[in-house]
């Protein structure tokens, strides 16, 4: 409430003595009036709510599935075992031939697969390396043509380790020729394991490697189409590596005498939960010397 004047709200009422004449009082004083409150100020309109995110949208440089097996791709025209799998984002690749690379939780399995209807079992010698090393494994499990694969395998010393379910990956849908690995691929985790290469239209590529996992080594090599005349999502890489450091940088932790050789494809990462957030091109592989040391990543396709 405003304030009023003190003087007013508290002064008494004078008298004086009364006379003969008639008696006379003074006046209470008037009250000092109040001051007027002053206007609240006008509200301004509320900014509109901020639209929420699309969680349909498509991702920046990304692609969609293919509507349908694409001509001449593994889903189309290849076997029944044959073309990519993944199991928890990893990936296997099973070739026409049955042979075999993949990389699950214990390590890599290296080797070959047969299948009859509805059974698959590995062939001799399969090898499972790992942390511990590289160990003989027997497995056999069921099979889903162009669906899935599960099972069980052995390891030398009896331990026994789940094999997937290994998913049939859409990749498979599609057609790729050699060209189509022509371009500039990455992974950037500096950290752990970045690495770049740029592949030509004959597919031969360089590139370089950082991180806790490679070091620094500068790679050479060629990623050919594994079945030239075919347009199946399934190539032959062959790697060399040599030691690039400089500095406080890590040494190449990747043989610099003996060549790499392996599996790889273009695979389809997904962007996001939806099919409609598209799919990123990349490139996947595993190669390995023959004293067993192994690589592997998965690298995007650059703009």
């Known amino acids: 409430m405003p304030a009023t004047s003190p003087a007013a709200e508290t002064s008494p009422v004078a008298t004086t003595t009364p006379s003969s004449s008639s008696p006379t009082a003074q006046e209470p004083a008037s009250p000092t009036p109040a001051s007027a409150a ?55 690749f099973i070739g026409p031939s049955g042979y075999l690379m993949g990389k699950g939780t214990p390590g890599w399995t290296l080797g070959s697969i047969a299948v009859a209807k509805y059974e698959w079992s590995f062939k001799s010698p399969t090898f499972l390396r790992s942390a511990k090393g590289l160990d003989e494994i027997k497995g056999s499990g069921a099979f889903f043509a162009k669906e899935q694969i599960l099972g069980t395998y052995t390891v030398a010393d009896g331990t026994q380790e789940f094999l997937g379910p290994l998913r049939y990956s859409k990749s498979n849908s599609l057609a790729t020729t050699q060209a189509g690995m022509a371009g500039t691929w990455r992974v950037d985790s500096p950290v752990d394991f970045d690495m770049s290469i740029t592949v030509d ?7 370089t490697t ?47 005498t003996n060549t790499y050789y392996g599996m790889s494809a273009i695979v389809l990462v997904a962007a996001g ?14 190669a390995t010397t023959e004293s067993a040391a192994v690589i592997s990543n998965v690298l995007r396709k650059q703009p």
């Not at 995110?53 to 076997?79: F, H, I, Q």
């Not at 490679?214 to 040599?242: D, I, Q, W």
């Not at 939806?274 to 091109?281: A, E, H, I, Q, V």
């Open 38 to 92: 002053p206007a609240p100020p006008a509200t301004a309109p509320a900014a509109p709510a901020p639209s929420a995110p699309d969680v349909y949208a498509r991702a920046k440089d990304t692609e969609p599935l293919p509507p349908k097996p694409e001509r001449g791709s593994a889903a189309d025209a290849g076997n029944d075992s044959e073309g990519i799998y993944e199991a928890d984002n990893n990936l296997t």
């Open 210 to 256: 950082a991180g806790v996992v490679p070091g620094a080594c500068t790679v050479s090599g060629t990623v050919k189409h594994l079945e030239p005349a075919a347009r199946k999502n399934m190539f032959a890489m062959v790697l060399n590596a040599s030691n690039a450091a400089t500095g406080s940088q890590l040494p190449c932790n990747l043989s610099a």
């Open 273 to 286: 939960r939806y099919d409609s957030n598209g799919y990123y091109r990349s490139f996947g592989f595993h």
């Open 201 to 207: 239209a004959k597919g031969n590529f360089t590139g």
